[in-house]
């Protein structure tokens, strides 16, 4: 999936943050709910981002904490064993 990320050297941190909060959960198997959960995280870390967070286990951390609390399958996703 592609995301407006800014075409920066810090690009590489918003896709390894983006990348870590994927590896947490264990992601449906169903391609729109994973594409759902992707695109959530993702806004959530440019939120971040927008917010002067440049720490990609900061990102990580925050996105995961919303699709938790916030996004449709947050209740059902559980972490990776």
Do not use: C
């Amino acid at each position: 999936m592609s995301f407006p990320w800014p075409v920066t050297d810090d690009e590489l941190i918003l896709n390894e943050a983006l990348a870590i909060t994927l590896r947490y959960f264990d992601l449906p198997s169903n391609e729109d709910q994973y594409a759902g959960v992707e695109t959530f995280a993702g806004e959530a870390i440019m939120n971040e981002w927008r917010r002067g967070v440049r720490n990609k286990i900061a990102l990580a951390n925050k996105a995961i904490a919303e699709v938790e609390a916030h996004h449709p399958l947050g209740s059902k996703l559980s972490p990776t064993p």
